[in-house]
């Protein structure tokens, strides 16, 4: 197998961890006799510093060609990086929505996974988490909130923020039918988190995933509000199998979800769009207070692996 590979290796340790990932795959292509090409280009922080943008047409356009994606954390700190003195449209946060919204990457799974040999590093008591717990989070990741239109400005001399939250139909059925896919190959389970007890769009995820389970009688569905599945992620995690559910929220919840299993530097994610392309997270997290220090592989002890950093 050949493949090319787009390697965005990002800010703060992303780097790091990238280079801990290649070497990976490069004992896949000895073991497996494969082929990987790889181009390196900018996103985020590091962009900004070269061109200006966190991420340029050419970077884009590099990885719209390859066969996947490797992509390391981006961001630094909120407080004090000069990054985060610049307009919101040229943030590095800007970047990672552009090329997921330019490649179609609408389905983002993020799996959680308790090792037996990391139980110590869960916060949660021994009772809850006996036998280990196994859920992946289905995250629509192009859609919502964060890609809505908003806006800041003056009125009556006041200064007031909108944003604007909208899902189509298509939109939640697509992401829906991966989560019931995947929940075939699991313990076919799909609890969908909303709030449809408040949120119009909301309503209409509920009622587009209730159709979508018509055609898969052997996965059991349930709904659940966002603020109970946060509160039943750190009372029972065993309870979840795949968890679907909006931009926003997913963003959220997977992050709590890493916390319970040590850091979120434990986990990697997926991207994924209607084809076999995907950009791939090996882990979370730019830690810029530790970059360059070779010592994010003891992190999911420490709160460096979260604070000031870009987990969108």
């Avoid at 390196?40 to 884009?60: K, N, T, Y």
């Avoid at 990086?81 to 919204?101: F, M």
């Avoid at 989070?137 to 007031?160: A, D, S």
């Avoid at 909006?246 to 709590?256: H, V």
Wanted: hydrophobic share 40%.
């Amino acid at each position: 197998m050949k493949k090319n590979i787009t390697v965005i290796k990002g800010d703060g340790i992303g780097p790091e961890i990238v280079n801990e990932a290649l070497k990976v795959l490069s004992a896949i292509e000895v073991k497996y006799n494969h082929s990987f090409q790889y181009t390196e280009v900018l996103m985020g922080g590091s962009s900004i510093d070269v061109h200006g943008v966190p991420l340029c047409e050419e970077a884009l356009e590099t990885a719209r060609n390859a066969d996947a994606v490797l992509l390391g954390s981006i961001g630094g700190n909120t407080d004090t990086s000069p990054w985060y003195q610049l307009a919101p449209n040229i943030r590095p946060e800007a970047g990672l929505l552009k090329i997921r919204k330019e490649l179609g990457l609408f389905a983002n799974l993020r799996p959680a996974f308790l090792y037996d040999e990391l139980k110590e590093a869960c916060v949660l008591k021994t009772e809850l988490i006996d036998g280990g717990f196994d859920m992946m989070i289905m995250r629509e990741l192009t859609g919502g909130l964060y890609f809505g239109e908003r806006n800041t400005q003056e009125e009556n001399g006041v200064m007031v923020a909108r944003d604007s939250m909208s899902y189509s139909e298509t939109e939640i059925t697509r992401i829906a039918k991966r989560a019931f896919d995947i929940a075939l190959k699991r313990s076919k389970k799909v609890c969908s988190v909303d709030k449809a007890n408040v949120l119009d769009t909301s309503r209409l995820w509920r009622k587009v995933v209730n159709e979508v389970s018509k055609d898969y009688p052997n996965v059991t569905l349930e709904h659940m509000l966002v603020d109970n599945c946060a509160m039943q992620l750190v009372k029972n995690p065993k309870q979840f199998d795949v968890i679907l559910t909006e931009n926003m929220f997913g963003d959220i919840l997977s992050d709590e979800a890493s916390m319970i299993t040590g850091s979120i530097g434990m986990l990697p994610s997926a991207s994924l769009r209607e084809d076999s392309f995907g950009m791939y997270e090996p882990s979370h997290g730019s830690a810029p207070d530790i970059a360059g220090q070779d010592i994010e592989s003891h992190c999911y002890y420490s709160k460096c692996s979260y604070d000031a950093t870009l987990f969108i």
